[in-house]
Nanobody
Framework: QVQLVESGGGSVQTGGSLRLSCAAFGYAFSIYYLNMAWFRQAPGKAREGVAVINSGARETHYADSVEQRFTISRDNAKNMVYLDMTDLKAEDTGLYFC???????????????????????WGQGTGVTVSS
């Protein structure tokens, strides 16, 4: 069982930056073998995949809407995953969730455009509000 705890959300003005963190607990070993992802859910909308990073941190993928603005990274020694968000826009507002799993190869996750069903472990989310 893996427990994920997100932090770092808050309110920021358009064009600002935030760093979200995800701490993993309860896994028998390090998170090295887990694919990790960030999802977000805006009010009234479905949860969407934002970014994914594979277990070895050699492969990442981003939603088109955040490409070149967001960066996902991981520190397996610390069991941490991060999402660095820059040039934030109002449409980035939402609840951001950390997710983990190892069942599906990252190539498949990417081909499926990072969908919820490929991840079995979820955090409670951290809120991000971007306003002008």
């Amino acid at each position: 069982q893996v427990q994920l705890v997100e932090s770092g959300g808050g309110s920021v003005q358009t064009g600002g930056s935030l760093r979200l963190s995800c701490a993993a607990f309860g896994y028998a070993f390090s998170i090295y073998y887990l694919n990790m992802a960030w999802f977000r859910q805006a009010p009234g909308k479905a949860r969407e995949g934002v970014a994914v990073i594979n277990s070895g941190a050699r492969e990442t993928h981003y939603a088109d809407s955040v490409e070149q603005r967001f960066t996902i990274s991981r520190d397996n020694a610390k069991n941490m995953v991060y999402l660095d968000m820059t040039d934030l826009k109002a449409e980035d507002t939402g609840l951001y969730f950390c997710a983990a799993d190892m069942r599906v190869p990252v190539a498949v996750i990417i081909r499926r455009q990072v969908v919820r069903s490929d991840f079995g472990f979820w955090g409670q989310g951290t809120g991000v509000t971007v306003s002008s």
